[in-house]
Each structure stands twice: as C-alpha cells, then as structure tokens.
Nanobody, 125 residues
Framework: QVQLVESGGGLVQAGDSLRLSCAASGRTFRRYAVGWFRQAPGKEREFVAV????????YYADSVKGRFAISSDNAKSTVYLQVNKLKPEDTAVYYC??????????????????WGQGTQVTVSS
C-alpha cells in the first residue's frame, strides 16, 4: 500500500514560486499516476496536474498551464509540483493522490483511492 505525504506549502506573495513535494512510500510507486488537486475554502476540489509514472504522460488544468510543472524523481519516489507566478486565486490546500487509471480519467478526483493530507498554499496580493 502506497502512502503519500505532501510538503512545501507556505505563505507567499503574488508572483512568487514554490515547489510542492509528494513523497510516497511503497515499492510499487512507478505503477501509479500521481495527480495534484487543490481545494479553496467554499469551493470544490479541482484538478491541477497529473503525471503517469510508467509512461510519462502529463496533463494540466487550463488555469495553470505555463505556470505549473509536474515532475518526478522515481529514485526518491517523489512527485513535484513547481508552482510559478502564483496568484491569489491559487490559494488552496494542495493534495497529491495516486491511482492506476490512465488518460482523461486521471483528471477526475473519483479515479483516486490514495490521498495525502494536503499542504496549504496561501498567496497574498
């Protein structure tokens, strides 16, 4: 069973950057697609980005394309989300999650059975 732990969140100013990390335990990490989702207060959880660790496919939400980048270090069983040019509307709890789905399904939260505890990102204007 894979367990996920996020880190790297914080309080930053608009325009700043952060690198969020999702560290996984378990030796079958490379079987999974690992996605990042976020949830702002009073809003539904939304898809941000996903990487399929076995085939390398990456997908991004339109709202973050060109600003966020997802990557992985399989030797460290860690997936990163580099978040650049942060905006106040990026303020949310960011969660990583793992699933064995592929393609468009990995952009849907219902495809994921493994979730981390979340890391808070707050962007001040």
């Amino acid at each position: 069973q894979v367990q996920l732990v996020e880190s790297g969140g914080g309080l930053v100013q608009a325009g700043d950057s952060l690198r969020l990390s999702c560290a996984a335990s378990g030796r079958t990490f490379r079987r999974y697609a690992v996605g990042w989702f976020r949830q702002a207060p009073g809003k539904e959880r939304e898809f941000v980005a996903v990487i399929n660790l076995s085939i390398g496919d990456r997908y991004y939400a339109d709202s973050v394309k060109g600003r966020f980048a997802i990557s992985s270090d399989n030797a460290k069983s860690t997936v990163y989300l580099q978040v650049n040019k942060l905006k106040p509307e990026d303020t949310a709890v960011y969660y990583c999650a793992a699933c064995t789905s592929t393609g468009w399904r990995t952009m849907r939260s219902y495809a994921y059975g493994l979730w981390g505890q979340g890391t808070q990102v707050t962007v001040s204007s």
